[in-house]
């Protein structure tokens, strides 16, 4: 990658809470100088699912166009039960920036407590980052559309339990068809609400 100190990495996660399904640890990279392309983005969790879709599709234009990189890495329930969230977070951040090709001496631009491995050196954790930094917000989109995209195709092999409405998350219903059905195989069975 030419000239270093000209890019910059966002990093941010989606799907930590859920109880089914994958965690989506999302990474943009950026040329610092086509910073505007993104005026205007919010965090995933302040944007209607349409504004959500349209700036997705905006940054998927805009990777063919060569003017912006993004990654989204999945890790399923299995790892998640087996290793634990600390470890498939770090296990993600790390395969986004080899993905993406980042050079150790990159800006990285992580939010809220995750970290990149300690041979970027030029990393910086940002409690709200996706709030804050425009290029947080765009991994954080990248990573929710992925991620609910994923949800909504489980559904259709899980249907008894709704995952195109709540993602896989805790809601009420949710916790009404396990209690009627039982668990799936993308439940998290390590979670502590989930075990017997």
């Given at each position: 990658m030419k000239k270093t100190r000209n890019f910059v990495v966002g990093i941010d996660e989606v799907g930590r809470g859920p109880i089914a399904g994958p965690l989506a640890v999302g990474a943009v990279l950026l040329d610092k100088k086509h910073k505007k392309i993104l005026r205007g983005i919010k965090d995933s969790k302040k944007l209607s699912p349409d504004a959500r879709e349209k700036w997705h599709e905006k940054i998927k234009k805009h990777q063919e166009e060569g003017i912006i990189k993004y990654e989204v890495f999945f890790v399923n329930e299995k790892v998640i039960d087996k290793k634990?969230?600390?470890?498939?977070?770090?296990?993600?951040?790390?395969?986004?920036?080899?993905?993406?090709?980042?050079?150790?001496?990159?800006?990285?631009?992580?939010?809220?407590?995750?970290?990149?491995?300690?041979?970027?050196?030029?990393?910086?954790?940002?409690?709200?980052?996706?709030?804050?930094?425009?290029?947080?917000?765009?991994?954080?989109?990248?990573?929710?559309?992925?991620?609910?995209?994923?949800?909504?195709?489980?559904?259709?092999?899980?249907?008894?339990?709704?995952?195109?409405?709540h993602k896989g998350y805790g809601t009420k219903a949710h916790y009404r068809a396990i209690k009627k059905h039982g668990l799936s195989k993308i439940h998290r069975k390590s979670f502590r609400n989930l075990r017997g």
């Open positions: 634990g969230l600390s470890h498939s977070l770090k296990f993600a951040v790390s395969n986004c920036l080899k993905a993406l090709g980042v050079d150790k001496k990159t800006e990285i631009l992580l939010d809220g407590s995750l970290y990149a491995p300690d041979v970027y050196i030029n990393q910086k954790t940002i409690i709200k980052g996706d709030e804050k930094e425009v290029v947080i917000s765009a991994a954080s989109i990248m990573a929710k559309v992925m991620r609910d995209k994923r949800m909504v195709s489980f559904s259709k092999k899980y249907p008894k339990y709704g995952f195109e409405k």
